[in-house]
């Protein structure tokens, strides 16, 4: 439930060489990054490289569609965590309230799942926004924020029902030191101890 | 593929090792007997020995007992049922009977073959009529057996039973006052000329203490005259009746007592018992050689014989100035002779053995006992032939050190041994009995522990080299301890029989660190303190049992002992633990002061003018100990005086209240500083109308020593209940035989706090309160069978029911420390909740269980009626019990409700053993939170450690390191080899 797997392939990159990759290669970071860097090395020496093989307006329009289409997936993940907050509201309604060991690591996996993913969820839409700038998944962000803060809620509701919150006066009073008696009375030697 | 092999083993290992450690939690499984607790059986302290064969007959008020002589092991025991102590007994040797008389039982027993009873019956004649005044004997001859118990007598043929005649001799003698003590029976003479077998009877007029005689009929029991003596012969409250008879004359006995101002008497017991007449002055001799002494200088006289040697009347006289005379009466001229006499000092002192006969002869063995200070005691025997004088020295012994101190001699008894010689076995004050042969001490059996009443536990020194030698325990050896492991093995797997199962408890006791005399990180190892009230203290350990130091301070006019308490005197060492204990008399005090590790006497024991009917023991505000005494009339007294000044600060939150059984009602006083001078004030009285019957059992909360660990306790939904604590709560309940009326109130005020009425109800309530709960056990009388109730006090109040949380965490985000007082002058609201149910076994003694935090669960320690110990889990006997739990009561761990309380095979912690004659349970927490020492005693003493929440925070003690260890060490190793293994089969697949 990390970074999405599935960033939107292949890019085009308008400004630099247009030597296209082969089909099913997919390209990793670190390998972009070093490709990027060496492009731009090429580009300060050489200029002719500059040459474009295709027309600016058409590619400017698949990039329109791609940019929506990176939108549609943030989207389209988003929602997905609606079913698996689902899914994980599930497993603690199933796990009953009492404290044991599978219900305390359900909601505790809930609790902490939920709250990784709210943290994490700038880097993981910066993925599917792939440096795009026209790219705009702030909406579909909040709407992942938004589920996975209703899950949040949802298990520490779990956790209050089990008990687990200290949330009544009960839990802050258990470490009271009991009451001094000031008076003290004695039986007769017959309540012999 | 050899490689792999030690995975195996590994695992062979880990499975042996798994069996090892799955250990059933909760009670003692019969393999484990002796690990963690001691029994020890008491014969008593013996009033009574007789020599039968190789063994000895001993009586005492608890037991009658046969001892081997050759060790001191007991061979057999009978006890005397609750309340009733065998009084009288009478022994025909040669056919080996025993005849007990004990309360209304009557007893035939058979002292050879193991005490068993042969017949028995009940010597009443009023038809279940309870009598008051007591007194019980037998007289056995060959045929005949005469029980006489509270002025009945019968007689039983000897060897079936059978009864012969019955007689009544409570309304015999008509007596304006409050009737005639009857207490010996004893056959002679009926006198006239026929020379025909009478039964005599003789007691003393209960009010007037004069003399009392009746003569019956042998053959039919009926009453020939019954007679008391005219006023002026009153008897000493301790006279005995010292019967002579004369072998083959027509005379009736005579009987020789003494006065009240100090003369002796003689009576001839047929004009007595039918004229009211023939009561003289009988004179007496004086003690030493040429110096005659008048007979003012008496001050007691001793029986010496029952019947062996009634025909010459021995008699020990004790004079005045400390000697003693064993002195002998002429029954034809009626007059006495002195046969022996001894100068008595301080150091010294004379003891004379009942009359025993060898052949002819009568021998009195006389013992010379000599303090050597320090502890020790030197014993002279001396055989004295009665009729001639003639005296033989048997030996001399010594006994005692400086830890084990032999206190002062209280009895002697001659056994005869071989042909023509004399052993003596002794009892000293404090019941401890030895075997002295010659000049050896051949056996001692420790029976001061069955006299105590007031038994705490104490502490080990830090170093056990204050006991030396005797401290020091042997462990076991390499072949003891591989037999050890064997025979665990095989009761873990049930194949040991008895013998196996006795060795494996041996040496179960002696494995480990268990018996070292010094204390222990856990607290496991303690001493176990018992005051007799005779004044005879001995430590124990609970290890094994054996004693550490006796003590006696008795004979010194200290008065009964009521009380034994750890105790910090002002200027002791502080190295040293302390205990003190409280002797009281009618108008005094005192305090004696020991070290716990030794039993020496710290400083000088001190006396106040005050008896003891009161003990408040209070921390003074400088944190000194300081004990308060009242007396009945309210009379104070302060121990230590130096601590008068910081007394008085705190005195006016003292209090003390009387639980009046007579009156019915429960006083309150107040203590008062009259300028410097403190005095009581009463305060309140509650009274119990007489019509909801009389008070019948009464609890209140120990002085010291409750652990609280949490004020509240939290329910399943979350609400906050907070316990009432208030160390001041008294319960009482009175019986008017149809229901028990329960009465809990605050000790300081007087006022009532609960009340609750069982219907159908009986008393004898035992009840038990801690905490913020009481428990009582009683009779239901329509179910006819025991039950337990239980109540629990809540604080109820406004500001305890409305806690803001946001108020709660802020104060706890500030750190804000809560100090509350609590006070009985200003009662919050109570919420009283109650429940009962049915328990099996009738309780004699209840008590609860105190770990050392009060994290622990309490159990309820119930001594049953039939002298063993049960623990109960307080959990069982809780009022919130719900008959359908719901989640919320699953969650809280509530058992859900049933009638009857449940009594496990495990919760027996005396497991089979059974301590006799059962007295009182005292329990202390051991330093390890889940462990906690119980001690009950009576005549036997049993002392077990106990885990009432099952050992949570511990391995148990005999955990084998040594095992865990080994394993773990063959798993790693069989880890890594397998690892190499498994990498060189890759290596190799890989290649292939």
Redesign the interface.
């Known amino acids: 439930m990390n970074a999405p797997a599935f960033a939107v392939r292949p890019r085009v990159d308008t400004d630099s060489s247009t030597v296209r990759e082969p089909p099913g290669y997919v390209q990793s970071d670190r390998a972009r990054g070093e490709r990027r860097e060496k492009d731009a090395s090429s580009i300060a020496g050489d200029s002719t490289r500059r040459a474009t093989s295709t027309s600016h307006a058409h590619d400017a329009a698949i990039e329109l569609q791609r940019s929506k289409l990176r939108v549609r997936r943030a989207f389209a993940y988003a929602q997905s965590s609606v079913s698996s907050v689902g899914m994980m509201g599930f497993m603690m309604w199933m796990s009953g309230?009492?404290?044991q060991v599978f219900s305390i690591m359900v909601v505790f996996g809930g609790v902490a799942q939920t709250t990784r993913a709210i943290l994490g969820s700038k880097a993981t839409f910066e993925a599917f926004r792939d440096g795009d700038e026209r790219a705009n998944v702030a909406p579909a962000r909040m709407m992942f924020v938004l589920v996975q803060l209703a899950g949040l809620l949802l298990a520490l509701r779990k956790l209050n029902t089990m008990?687990l919150l200290?949330?009544?006066?009960?839990?802050?009073?258990?470490g009271?030191?009991?009451?001094?008696?000031?008076?003290?009375?004695?039986?007769?030697?017959?309540?012999?101890? | 593929m050899a490689r792999a092999r030690p995975r195996g083993h590994a695992l062979a290992v880990a499975v042996a090792v798994t069996a090892a450690l799955a250990r059933a939690v909760g009670g003692i499984r019969v393999d484990r007997i002796g690990s963690r607790d001691i029994a020890r059986g008491r014969i008593g302290d013996a009033r009574v020995v007789a020599s039968l064969g190789g063994r000895a007959v001993t009586v005492s008020d608890d037991a009658i007992a046969s001892v081997s002589l050759v060790d001191g092991a007991r061979a057999w025991r009978v006890t005397a049922d609750d309340g009733e102590g065998f009084e009288g007994f009478a022994m025909d040797a040669a056919r080996g009977r025993g005849g007990a008389a004990s309360g209304r039982a009557a007893r035939m027993m058979d002292v050879v073959r193991g005490g068993t009873t042969t017949w028995e019956d009940v010597v009443d004649v009023g038809g279940g009529v309870e009598r008051a005044n007591g007194g019980a004997d037998v007289e056995m001859t060959r045929e005949t057996s005469t029980y006489l118990s509270r002025g009945a007598v019968a007689a039983f043929d000897s060897a079936s039973g059978e009864t012969k005649w019955r007689a009544d001799l409570t309304s015999a003698v008509s007596s304006a006052g409050m009737g005639v003590r009857w207490e010996r029976v004893f056959y002679g003479s009926c006198g006239g000329t026929k020379g025909s077998t009478c039964a005599f009877v003789l007691g003393r007029d209960v009010e007037l203490g004069t003399p009392c005689a009746a003569e019956l009929d042998a053959s039919d029991g009926g009453v020939v005259g019954a007679k008391c003596a005219a006023n002026k012969w009153a008897l000493a409250e301790d006279s005995p009746f010292v019967i002579t008879r004369e072998v083959g004359s027509s005379k009736t006995p005579r009987a020789l007592m003494m006065t009240r101002d100090g003369g002796l008497a003689m009576a001839d017991v047929g004009a007595l018992a039918t004229r009211g007449k023939g009561v003289s002055a009988a004179s007496v001799p004086g003690a030493i050689g040429s110096r005659v002494t008048s007979i003012e200088d008496v001050i007691g006289i001793d029986v010496l014989s029952r019947d062996a040697a009634m025909s010459i009347g021995g008699v020990v006289v004790r004079y005045a100035d400390g000697s003693s005379a064993l002195v002998k009466t002429d029954v034809a001229k009626g007059a006495l002779e002195i046969v022996v006499s001894h100068d008595n000092t301080d150091d010294s002192r004379t003891t004379y053995s009942p009359l025993v006969s060898s052949g002819e002869k009568s021998v009195v063995v006389v013992v010379r006992s000599t303090s050597l200070g320090n502890g020790v005691m030197r014993y002279k025997h001396v055989a004295v032939t009665v009729s001639s004088g003639v005296s033989s020295v048997l030996g001399v012994t010594t006994r005692g050190d400086h830890l084990k101190r032999s206190s002062p001699l209280r009895r002697a008894f001659a056994i005869p041994r071989g042909a023509s010689g004399w052993a003596t076995i002794l009892v000293d004050e404090d019941a401890t009995m030895s075997f002295h042969e010659g000049d050896v001490v051949v056996w001692t059996r420790e029976e001061a522990s069955s006299q105590a009443e007031h038994v705490v536990f104490g502490s080990l020194p830090v170093d056990e080299s204050v006991y030396g030698e005797t401290g020091a325990t042997e462990s076991l050896s390499l072949s003891e301890r591989l037999e050890l492991q064997k025979l665990m093995l095989k009761a873990r797997f049930q194949r040991v029989n008895k013998a196996e199962m006795k060795r494996l408890a041996e040496l179960r006791s002696r494995a480990g660190n268990r018996n070292l005399a010094r204390r222990d990180v856990n607290g496991f190892r303690k001493s176990i303190l018992a005051l007799s009230p005779r004044g005879s203290l001995v430590a124990m350990h609970n290890g094994d049992g054996r004693t550490l130091w006796r003590q006696y301070f008795g004979g010194e006019g200290f008065g009964k002992f009521v009380r034994l308490m750890a105790w910090r005197p002002l200027s002791g060492d502080e190295s040293v633990e302390y205990a003190l204990a409280l002797a009281t008399t009618a108008d005094s005090s005192t305090f004696v002061v020991v070290n716990q590790y030794t039993g020496d006497i710290f400083g000088e024991p001190v006396t106040v003018r005050t008896r003891a009917a009161h003990v408040l023991p209070i921390k003074t505000s400088g944190g000194r100990d300081a004990l308060i005494v009242v007396d009945g009339e309210g009379k104070t007294g302060l121990y230590p005086e130096a601590t008068r000044a910081e007394v008085a600060v705190g005195l006016h939150r003292l209090s003390y209240y009387t639980i009046d059984r007579n009156a019915n009602e429960v006083r309150g006083y107040k203590l008062i500083d009259e300028s410097g001078s403190f005095d009581s004030l009463h305060a309140w009285t509650v009274s119990f109308p007489s019509d909801t019957g009389s008070i019948v059992g009464v609890a209140a909360k120990p002085p010291s020593g409750e652990n609280v660990h949490s004020w509240t306790r939290i329910p399943g939904d979350r609400s906050t209940l907070f316990k009432y604590l208030n160390p001041n709560v008294v319960f009482v309940a009175t019986s008017d035989g149809a229901s028990v009326r329960v009465t809990l109130l605050d000790g300081v005020t007087g006022r009532i706090l609960y009340r609750v009425r069982h219907g159908d109800a009986r008393g004898p309530v035992h009840a038990v309160a801690y905490e913020n709960w009481v428990t009582y056990h009683y009779f239901n009388t329509r179910a006819r069978r025991y039950a337990m109730s239980v109540l629990e006090m809540f604080d109820d109040g406004d500001d305890r029911r409305r806690l803001e949380v946001k108020k709660l965490v802020y104060d706890a985000i500030v750190g804000r420390e809560r100090n509350e007082t609590s006070s009985s002058h200003s009662p919050p609201p109570l919420r009283v909740i109650g429940q009962s149910y049915f328990i099996r076994p009738e309780a004699k003694v209840l008590a609860v269980t105190r770990s050392a935090r009060g994290i622990t669960e309490p159990a309820i320690l119930i001594g049953t009626a039939s002298d063993q110990v049960i623990s109960l889990d307080k959990r069982f006997l809780d009022p919130r019990r719900p008959t359908k739990p719901t989640a919320a009561d699953n969650e809280e761990g509530l058992i859900p409700y049933a009638e009857v309380l449940p009594i496990f095979p495990q919760s027996w912690i005396t497991h089979r053993e059974v301590v006799k004659r059962l007295r009182g349970i005292i329990t202390a927490p051991a330093d390890l939170e889940s462990n906690v020492h119980v001690f009950a005693y009576g005549l036997d003493m049993f002392y077990a450690r106990i885990t009432p929440s099952a050992s949570f925070d511990a391995l148990d003690d005999d955990f084998n390191f040594a095992l865990l260890s080994v394993t773990l060490i063959a798993l790693v190793v069989g880890a890594v080899v397998s690892k190499r293994a498994a990498d060189a089969a890759e290596e190799n697949r890989a290649w292939r």
Do not use: M, N, Q, T
């Open positions: 309230s009492s404290v008990g200290p949330s009544h006066a009960s839990d802050w009073v258990g009271w030191k009991p009451p001094r008696s000031l008076e003290r009375a004695f039986g007769g030697i017959e309540l012999e101890f």
